[in-house]
Nanobody, 135 residues
């Protein structure tokens, strides 16, 4: 069974940092995409960042404009885990954060980076982890 376990959320003051983890099981990190989404109070779910690899080595990373320069997505193949390092957090980052996976990586994403901003492109989802940023 494919499972995704998101963790690392919490309460932090504005300007602080958190690192979210998405531990995956049931597939290997050699041809996949993993995305982070968030849903704030009264808001729609939005894509935050996604990482894809078609060979387990070369990684493609993308970020929504609002988090560029503050968030970094990375992966540890040995641990089958994707991380989202979030720095300089702002109150508007408050949301439930979800990770999602699709494998194999869709080759459409090579020429259409927006492909994986669509939640419908992911087959597997983890439970959410709450991030609350106080002002």
């Amino acid at each position: 069974d494919v499972q995704l376990q998101a963790s690392g959320g919490g309460l932090v003051q504005a300007g602080g940092s958190l690192r979210l983890s998405c531990a995956a099981s049931g597939f290997t990190f050699d041809d996949y995409a993993i995305g982070w989404f968030r849903q704030g109070p009264g808001k729609e779910r939005e894509g935050v960042s996604w990482l894809g690899s078609g060979d387990g080595k070369t990684r493609y990373t993308y970020y929504v404009d609002s988090v560029k320069g503050r968030f970094t997505i990375s992966s540890d193949n040995a641990k089958n885990t994707v991380y989202l390092q979030m720095n300089n957090l702002k109150p508007e980052d408050t949301a439930v954060y979800y990770c999602a996976a699709d494998f194999p990586l869709s080759r459409r994403s090579y020429y259409k980076p927006t492909y994986y901003w669509d939640p419908m492109k992911y087959d597997y989802w983890g439970q959410g982890t709450q991030v609350t940023v106080s002002s």
